[in-house]
């Protein structure tokens, strides 16, 4: 058996090293934080969200593509009666509208109250509310997020981070329907 000798490693100056394990771990947290990327071709034809989960689905076909940590109203339990009642509605949807100049980051709107959302609420005298959205963070308030995302702390809407809300900002479309589930 021949032995064969390779030049010797040279070693790294200790600033170099210290530089580059430094650049080694931003990129690790970059690829561990980075929203998923979706290709042009990944447009959700349904928004599943499930409020005891804090999920939100995009679904293509009836299979999940993609999945979110969301946060609801601070009173999250059960399906929105009224105006300020602090709860996220519950039921089928469609996301009608997208606005990229919202106070909340860029916002998608949910079409409730739907005509039983209105009738209940005719029965009970009360308004039944509206301007429920997808959102994201507060404008201003972004180094919150983190706290943010703990606790459900919106008026009704469904919250999510701010790169969370752009993956799924890209793959819907409005007209998508959305069902919201206890």
Known sequence: MIATRYPPIPPVPRRLSGVAWLAGVVLAMTCLLAPPQLHAAEKA???RVVKSKNRL??????????SYRVKFGGDA???KQQQGDQ???EGLYFLTYKNSNSSFYRSIHVSYPNAEDKENARKLGVDPGGDIMI???ANGWEWATFFAQMVNWTDGCIALTNKDMDSVWAAI????????LP
């Open 57 to 66: 689905y995009l679904l293509k076909d009836e299979q999940v593509f993609a």
């Open 135 to 137: 959102h994201g963070q």
């Open 45 to 47: 034809d349904m928004v």
């Open 77 to 79: 339990k059960g399906h």
């Open 87 to 89: 709860k996220t509605p």
């Open 173 to 180: 479309d409005p007209g998508t329907p959305i069902e919201i």
